[in-house]
């Protein structure tokens, strides 16, 4: 009798475990942390490439986009330079980024924070421009980023008091078709 008690528990999980319940999440059939959300903003964190980032530090040598394509990114209001490794159409995506100014005394301010591809003065695509466009890019020639949109936090107060400024990045995506 003592064998019964043992295993109902033991058959009762089993059955609740291999239950021929259809999942239901945002994602079905991937199961990371349990958690349908955290599931789903995990893997789409992990599907984007990563991305270089433009900085002070970097900004005077040009970021090389490899043969399938690459990512730039950047919290910084700086123009910088890109080549391509390989002649080719790409299709570039770019999402613009965000400048937040605020004090505890005040409303916050949002400011968009854009970035552009440009060849010579034409204006290849931006963050204003929502969706992707196929560009033809060269070996051998120089593109600009060209950032704009980042307000300096030291021309604002907040009933005489400094704000804090938070910006999250812009990035511009390639994709090489």
């Known amino acids: 009798m003592r064998k ?3 295993l109902f528990p033991l058959l009762f999980v089993l059955l609740v475990q291999c239950s021929p319940d259809e999942e239901k999440g945002i ?3 991937t199961n990371i942390t349990g958690d349908p959300l955290t599931d789903a903003l995990l893997l789409g964190v992990l599907s984007v490439p990563p991305c270089q980032f433009l900085t002070t530090q970097n900004v005077n040598a040009p970021v090389v ?3 399938g394509g690459g990512s730039v990114c950047s919290t910084e209001l700086l123009n910088g330079s890109l080549q391509v ?3 080719g159409t790409y299709q570039i995506s770019a999402t613009a980024g ?9 409303q916050s301010s949002y400011f968009d924070f854009h970035i552009s591809l440009k060849e010579g003065s034409s204006e290849l695509h931006s963050s204003v421009t929502p969706g992707m466009a196929n560009v033809t890019l060269t070996v051998g020639t120089t593109y600009t980023l060209q950032a704009s949109g980042i307000v300096d936090p030291n021309l604002y107060d907040c009933q005489g008091r400094s704000v804090t ?3 999250t990045p ?3 995506n390639f ?3």
């Open 4 to 6: 019964i008690h043992f």
């Open 27 to 29: 994602i079905p059939g």
């Open 65 to 67: 986009v490899g043969e």
């Open 85 to 87: 490794s390989t002649t």
């Open 98 to 106: 965000k400048q937040t100014l605020s004090s505890s005394r005040c």
């Open 165 to 167: 400024s938070t910006v």
């Open 170 to 172: 812009y990035r511009i």
């Open 175 to 177: 994709r090489k078709l």
